[in-house]
Nanobody, 126 residues
């Protein structure tokens, strides 16, 4: 298992930007594929973005393509989500997650990620 801690959430106006960070403990950060998920009130947790172990492959849900960018810094054991052009519908608790499963389109569901952070609130006002 890996311990994950998110930071960087907050309140921002529409079309603004935020950068979320996820700090991972342990020496095995490079062996984990990583992802961001979000959960809005009264909704199920949904996939936002994911990045492979090497950082060479990334995946995004359609609603954030062109606005969000996922990245990782293995030397710092950190993952990031740069969120631009934010919309009120992006309001949610954002979770960092990790999986040993090789990243592909088929595994972009919460049940395939075994380690989770506590979440950070992102609120976008109109």
């Amino acid at each position: 298992q890996v311990q994950l801690v998110e930071s960087g959430g907050g309140l921002v106006q529409a079309v603004g930007s935020l950068r979320l960070s996820c700090a991972a403990s342990g020496r095995t950060f490079g062996t984990w594929a990583m992802g961001w998920f979000r959960q809005a009130p009264w909704k199920e947790r949904e996939f936002v973005a994911a990045i492979s172990r090497s950082g060479g492959s990334t995946y995004y849900t359609d609603s954030v393509k062109g606005r969000f960018t996922i990245s990782r810094d293995t030397a710092k054991n950190k993952m990031y989500l740069q969120m631009n052009s934010l919309k009120p519908e992006d309001t949610a608790v954002y979770y960092c997650a990790a999986t040993f499963v090789p990243l592909s389109h088929d595994i972009l569901e919460p049940e395939n990620f075994g380690s989770w952070g506590q979440g950070t609130q992102v609120t976008v006002s109109s």
